[in-house]
Nanobody
Framework: QVQLVESGGGLVQAGGSLTLSCVAS????????MAWYRQAPGKQRELVAS???????TYADSVKGRFTISRDNAKNRVYLQMNSLTPEDTAVYYC?????????????????WGQGTLVTVSS
């Protein structure tokens, strides 16, 4: 079973930095777009940043200039470097991957979510 495994969340003071990491458990999962979403208490899940296989990126306005998304295609891994964190960044961060699994006899589309990792920024 293909899974996304996240790591790197935790507690940090305002102004600090954290790096989140997410890896897909199956190398045959050819991922087109990898993304990070977040959901704060009482709010809807929102897109934070995304990156295509060709390394094109998009960011939410609220994180532009502070967060950087990157990926390693060979390792099926995506990162989110978060700098200048504020209490408003406190949320559960979810990794998302959209692509196709190569099952020798053909390709099967697949979209996966990670289990979420909590980021807490104290003031």
């Amino acid at each position: 079973q293909v899974q996304l495994v996240e790591s790197g969340g935790g507690l940090v003071q305002a102004g600090g930095s954290l790096t989140l990491s997410c890896v897909a458990s199956e190398r045959r999962f050819i991922i087109n777009v990898m993304a990070w979403y977040r959901q704060a208490p009482g709010k809807q899940r929102e897109l934070v940043a995304s990156i295509t296989r060709g390394k094109s990126t998009t960011y939410a306005d609220s994180v532009k200039g502070r967060f950087t998304i990157s990926r390693d295609n060979a390792k099926n891994r995506v990162y989110l470097q978060m700098n200048s964190l504020t209490p408003e960044d406190t949320a559960v961060y979810y990794c998302n991957a959209d692509g196709n699994v190569d099952y020798d006899v053909g390709f099967q589309p697949l979209e996966l979510w990670g289990q979420g990792t909590l980021v807490t920024v104290s003031s």
